[in-house]
Nanobody
Framework: QVQLVESGGGLVETGGSLRLSCAASRHTFRTYTTGWFRQTPGKAREFVASINWNGGRTNYADSVKGRFTISRDNAVNTVSLQMNSLKTDDTAVYYC???????????????????WGQGTQVTVSS
């Protein structure tokens, strides 16, 4: 089983930037698609971005396209989410997760992801 730990959340003003990191406990992490999702109270968890096992394919939610960039460094078992031009609507708990069964396609579907981190809070103030 892979353990995931998110970091980098915090409080930022509108228009600011944050960089989230997802660190994994096992080297097998580098063979999995990894995704970022977010959730606000009373709402369903939603897809943000995903990256396949070698970084060759990425997907983004329309709401973050052009502002967020997902990347990975398999040498250190880490996936990052660079978030620029943040808006108040980006306020949420952000989770990373892995899809162990589809390493190439960078799925957008929450149900494809089996292992989840505990989340990191991102708050964007107006």
């Amino acid at each position: 089983q892979v353990q995931l730990v998110e970091s980098g959340g915090g409080l930022v003003e509108t228009g600011g930037s944050l960089r989230l990191s997802c660190a994994a406990s096992r080297h097998t992490f580098r063979t999995y698609t990894t995704g970022w999702f977010r959730q606000t109270p009373g709402k369903a968890r939603e897809f943000v971005a995903s990256i396949n096992w070698n970084g060759g394919r990425t997907n983004y939610a329309d709401s973050v396209k052009g502002r967020f960039t997902i990347s990975r460094d398999n040498a250190v078992n880490t996936v990052s989410l660079q978030m620029n031009s943040l808006k108040t609507d980006d306020t949420a708990v952000y989770y990373c997760a892995i899809d162990p069964s589809q390493p190439s396609i960078a799925s957008r579907d929450l149900d494809d992801y089996d292992y989840w981190g505990q989340g990191t809070q991102v708050t964007v103030s107006s």
